[in-house]
Structure formats: C-alpha cells, structure tokens
C-alpha cells in the first residue's frame, strides 16, 4: 500500500500533485512519500511483534537520502551501514552509533576504526581475518568491539543471481560448516566481543522457504555454539524481504514473515536483529519522468522519455520490472516499448508493455522506485545526478538537489601538460 494515486485524474503524492512538483523541480526526479515510508516502517515492526526482543537495522543502501534516514530514525529505527559514506549518514541523520550495524564485505581498516572511534553498536564479520584486525584495532584502542560471525547457510534464496549472497560460492560470510571453529578462535581474542551470528540470503525475496531453511541453520550453529560454551545473545537475519513491483503481484506480508520468524526463533532466547531495505522503501518512491518523443518502431513505438539507465538501474542491471504510469492518464491504453536517451539499446525500461496512452509532453511515472534508485544513479553520458524531493501531506522540499552537468565538470582538471600555451 502507497500514497500515490489519483485524485481528479491526477496522480498525485499523498496531497501533492505531480505535475506541480515537476513544474518547480524539472524532471526527471524521484519522488518520495513521508506517509508510506512511515507506513512500512511500522507494518515491518508491527509484523515482527510477535518475535519477542527486535531491533531493526535499516538497510542505508536500499535509500541512503538523509531525510529518509531521519523520518526512519523517528519511527525507531537503527541502520545498517556497509561503508564509511554510509556510516557517516547515518550519523548524520541523528542515528545513534550504537543502533548502527557495519556489514560488508570488504570493510577497510580506516573503516574499522572509524567505526570503533564512534562507538558503532555491532560489526557483522566477513571472514575470520577481519576479526582478528578488529579484535587488535579495538585492543590497541582500549575499547571493545561488538562482533557477530556472518555465515554463508548454503541456500539458494530464489532471487536475481546479481543479488543472491547465501550461496557457497557467493562471496559473503563464511562457510557454515567453518563457523563453529572461526567463532572458537575469534571468541578468544581481547577487545572482541563476538555475541553471535548473521546471516542475509539475498534481496527481492518472494518466497520465505528459503529464509526459513536458513535461519534453521543458523538456530542450528547457535545451539552448537552454546554446546561449546559460547555466549550468544544476538542473531541478525539480515534483510531480503521482497515487495511487488507489478501491480496485483502477491508478496510475503510482513506479517506472515513475522509469525515464521516467530516460530522459527520461539527458543532461541536471543536479541533478533533484521536489516529491511527494499521493503520499507521501495514503494515510498516513483521516478517522475516526462515524455520527450513517441517514436514510430518496427513492431511497437518507443516511448522516449526523460529519464534513463543513469538514474534508474534496475532495469539495465537486473531486467528489473517497473511499472509505468501517465500521471495524468486518457483512459486509452497503447502497447510500447519505454527507453531513455542514453546512447546504448540497454537504456530500455520496457519492451512491448501494456500502457497508459501517452504523447510527447506528459508526465508519468516508473512505480516501486524508492529502493536502490536514486542511490544507484550515475551521470553516465553527462547527464544530471537525478534530484530527489520527499512529501508531506501537502508539502514538498527538494532533499537532495539536481547536480548538474557544470558542477561535475567543475570538479575535473586539465594536468599541466595538457593545458593550452599561455
Ligand atoms: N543486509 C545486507 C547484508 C544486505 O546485503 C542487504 C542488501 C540488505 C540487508 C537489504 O536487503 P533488502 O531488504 O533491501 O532486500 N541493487 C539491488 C539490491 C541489492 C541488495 C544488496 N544487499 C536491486 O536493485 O535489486
């Protein structure tokens, strides 16, 4: 459930319609809904009530804005951070150190220690050197670092291969089977204190099958561990829930993944700690873009608009589907292919797609792009970094502005050797 819809057909953001936003800000530009980011982030918690003591980490990456991360520290959420840009937005936005979870990995020393100088809450380990560079960054410093061991369960999450990570051969955790003996060696280190375990699958997921099986793996190694003598009062489960992006697809509900969370972890006697991106943000956000032309194709016209692979990936990477929408729709539907102006055919959002009508001048919208959207964009062919603007009831601000051409360019320099005879 969103706040876009259409009132007087107009789409419009909770009481803004979209037109006056593209009138003050230009398009294309991502669009964002206070109400629905709020909304998802209290159905998750809500969905996870039942779980017993839940601290919730939000996935920076899926929407690292700084007003999205202040509207989600406001409704009680931590982060979870996999860089130090991403870290240092977090606490930024007003987010405690200590509700920040580091995960990644390919963390870096001046990481770690940025990190540890700051106070962060729990480092989610890679491989069992990263504990012991962490253990003597800590000691060195005389603090003590909150650690868990994240594990690579072996289980096909169902996803995108581009974004699987709970397979053997995919780079992150450390192999299961292992963990038992990395966590003996890494628990004995001073200045660590490893207090459990992590696991994350993969994103966009649309099945809790596969989640299941590996947080039973995960219960598994925890009672293993607690045989050996450990101590363990943590387990992160990571993020992955999927949502729609086409509309009258079903997902897992947030309440339906509580109650297998629930019942899965019903014994374990631990914190539970989850790192939700895509689900609190994907639908909080379109990409508000106009039509430049509709041009004649062999087999269906190509809806050319203005907004292109740099601003939203999915597609081009992942063959993702968006949905498309007029903003202000005549009831006539056309079937078209979408593209943007970038020079490469992968620059295509749609292929012989179901649409609205639309001609050279309207304003649409590509749906469920409030995760790994803007955060994703480049200015591949000298194009503008894509603004973004959060609404309100019926207020807007841009929160993060239009970075164009110019100012890019400005940051470029011409070596001695190459700048002209004075
Ligand atoms: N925790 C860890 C350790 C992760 O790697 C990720 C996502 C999350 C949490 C959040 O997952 P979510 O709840 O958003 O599924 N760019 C891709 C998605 C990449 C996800 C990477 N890791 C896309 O556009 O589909």
């Known amino acids: 459930m969103d706040h876009f819809a259409l009132v007087d057909g107009v789409m419009h953001c909770e009481g803004v319609p ?47 804005n700084l007003a999205v991360l202040r509207l989600l520290a406001n ?40 990190a540890l100088d700051c106070g962060l809450g729990q480092f989610n ?15 060195e410093r005389g603090v003590t670092a909150h650690a868990t061991l994240r594990v690579n369960p072996d289980v096909d999450a169902g996803t995108h291969a581009k974004i699987s990570t709970g397979k053997r051969e995919n780079k992150f955790g450390v192999p299961i089977d292992q963990a038992p003996a990395i966590f003996a060696r890494l628990a004995s280190l001073p200045g660590l204190n490893l207090r459990g375990v992590a696991v994350h699958i993969g994103s966009q997921l649309g099945d809790l099958a596969p989640m299941e099986a590996a947080y ?27 949502v729609p992006y086409r509309a009258g697809e079903v997902f897992p509900s947030p309440a339906e ?18 790192e939700p991106g895509r689900v609190i943000a994907g639908n ?11 041009k004649p194709g062999v087999t269906n016209p190509y809806v050319i608009v203005d907004a292109a692979m740099n601003d939203l990936a999915r597609p081009a990477l992942y063959d993702a589907w968006h949905d498309f929408a007029a903003v202000r729709p005549n ?7 979408i593209a943007g102006p970038v020079c490469e055919s992968g620059d295509t959002f749609a292929m012989g797609r179901d649409i609205d009508e639309v001609v050279s001048g309207d304003l649409a919208v590509f749906r469920t792009a409030g995760a790994y959207g803007a955060t994703m964009a480049s200015t591949y062919n000298s194009r503008a970094l894509v603004p973004e603007v959060l ?31 004075a």
Request: aromatic share 6%; glycine share 12%; hydrophobic share 50%.
């Open 284 to 294: 909080a956000g379109v990409l508000l873009t106009k039509v430049i032309w509709v």
């Open 216 to 242: 039973r793996r995960v219960g598994a190694l925890m009672a293993e561990l607690r045989g050996a003598g450990h101590t363990i009062d943590r387990i992160d489960l990571g993020g992955g829930l999927g």
């Open 391 to 421: 609404v309100d009831g019926d207020r807007f601000a841009v929160v993060a502005d239009r970075i164009n051409p110019e100012t890019i360019l400005a940051a470029e320099r011409l070596p001695e050797w190459l700048k002209p005879e």
């Open 18 to 64: 979209l037109p006056a936003i593209a009138e003050a800000v230009g398009s294309p530009v991502y669009v964002y809904s206070s109400a629905t980011f709020q909304r998802h982030a209290r159905v998750f918690c809500e969905g996870l009530a039942a779980a017993g003591d839940v601290h919730l980490a939000y996935a920076i990456k899926a929407n690292p």
């Open 331 to 337: 009831g006539r539907r056309m079937t078209a292919n």
């Open 125 to 139: 380990l890679e491989l069992e050197e990263e504990g012991v560079v962490l253990a003597q960054l800590a000691t």
């Open 75 to 114: 409704a009680g959420y931590g982060a979870d951070v996999v860089s130090g840009g991403e870290l240092a937005r977090a606490l930024a936005a007003g987010i405690p150190a200590a509700d920040v979870v580091f995960s990644g990995v390919g963390k870096t020393r001046e990481e770690l220690v940025r």
């Open 257 to 274: 993944f509580g109650a297998m969370v629930a019942r899965v972890t019903r014994d374990w006697g631990v914190t539970l700690m989850f």
